[in-house]
């Protein structure tokens, strides 16, 4: 089985991960809400935030830029919702892709690689 957005094998060239966000109820102090003390009041669950950790594989320099291309090709303005899947079949519907951060090099080897995280979120 493969992952994919929307359909597409963003991720596929090479190994990668799929992990929960922080998860529960989103907090603020309660001087930003105008109450008086230190304390926090709830405010309700936080949105649920997929991220995918991985590596992007290829075996030329153009062909790590368009994997690059076919990724950021899908952050929108403003965002479009897809089906997200990952390599075991889960399914997260209504997701965002919000954020792609490349690592800092390219590893070059056999192949050219690089590092990714890739964030994902359903807005309430």
């Known amino acids: 089985m493969s992952s994919s957005f929307k359909g597409l094998n963003l991720f596929g060239s090479g190994p990668h991960t799929f992990g929960m ?10 001087y930003v809400l105008g109450f008086g003390g230190a ?4 405010v309700g669950l936080m949105e649920l935030d997929v991220i995918v950790t991985g590596r992007l594989v290829a075996t030329s320099t ?13 952050l929108l303005d403003p965002p479009a ?3 997200l899947i990952d390599l075991h079949g889960r399914e997260w519907t209504q997701m965002s892709f919000i954020t792609f ?15 990714y995280v890739a964030h994902f979120r359903r807005f309430d």
């Not at 304390?39 to 709830?42: F, I, K, L, Q, S």
């Not at 153009?62 to 899908?74: E, F, H, V, Y």
């Not at 951060?101 to 590092?115: F, N, T, W, Y």
């Open 21 to 30: 966000g922080l998860q529960g109820q989103r907090v603020v102090p309660d």
């Open 39 to 42: 304390g926090t009041t709830p």
């Open 62 to 74: 153009s062909a790590l830029w368009s994997l690059r291309d076919a990724i950021t090709a899908q």
């Open 81 to 83: 919702p897809g089906l």
């Open 101 to 115: 951060a490349e690592g800092a090099r390219v590893d070059r080897g056999r192949v050219l690689s690089l590092s």
